[in-house]
């Protein structure tokens, strides 16, 4: 089994994208996937099928379809805030407090399926909080997971890059690999400027390219994880 922590240069560099994007590029492969978003905000009520109604996150939704054997809504993502806010804020206007323990309980039961690849899905960038002492990248180390940066191809990316990778470097942690995505669109109409940055990531960030994830415009998050599928390459799974 092969486990990954991911998170990304900024909230929406497009880590949903890209780690729905490598779960479908596993499944290619015939390996058994699993997608976890242990907290997120910004989820809408869904109405479910005994007639009550609960919680639900886009993103933990893009990773419940790429998780095979299929899991259960709650395995995924147990914890789930109805505002668009830091984590830690949208817990503490529902009245949770959380920790990483409770994190932990929830994630290592899923761990233990022994899926040939799980990727577990942070919130925003590499320090949001979970709560007034402790971040929620700190599950990467409390697992020992090494992480996977998922960075927001756009003017100050290299700074927000370079800073991340030094940040998880200072915290202990092994990034495994980073993988661009494409948002601005002047990067997307000069192409020099987009081949220079790549060339500047790639000699600056201390772990290797698993691809560049274009602008894409595939209808539905499936669609899109199995776009960005073939952008990409798969780290190494044991």
Known sequence: MSAFFVTGTDTDAGKTLVTSGLLALARRHDLTTLGLKPVAAGCEAAAL??????????????????SRPAMSYQAINPFAFAPAIAPHLAARRAGVALSLEDLLQQIRPQLALGRDLTLIEGAGGWRVPLNDTQDLSALAGDLGMPVILVVGLRLGTISH????????????????????NLLAPAFAAD?????????TLSATLPAPCLGVVPRLTAAGPEALA???????????VD
């Open 191 to 199: 192409e020099g400027l987009y081949r220079d940055n790549l060339v």
């Open 226 to 236: 199995e776009a960005a599928a073939y952008h990409l390459e798969l780290p190494d």
């Open 161 to 180: 890059a370079r800073l991340t990778a030094e940040a998880i470097a200072a915290d202990g942690q092994r990034l495994a690999a980073w993988v661009g």
């Open 49 to 66: 099928g005994d007639g009550t109604t609960a919680l639900r996150n886009t993103d933990a939704l893009a990773l419940q379809a790429q």
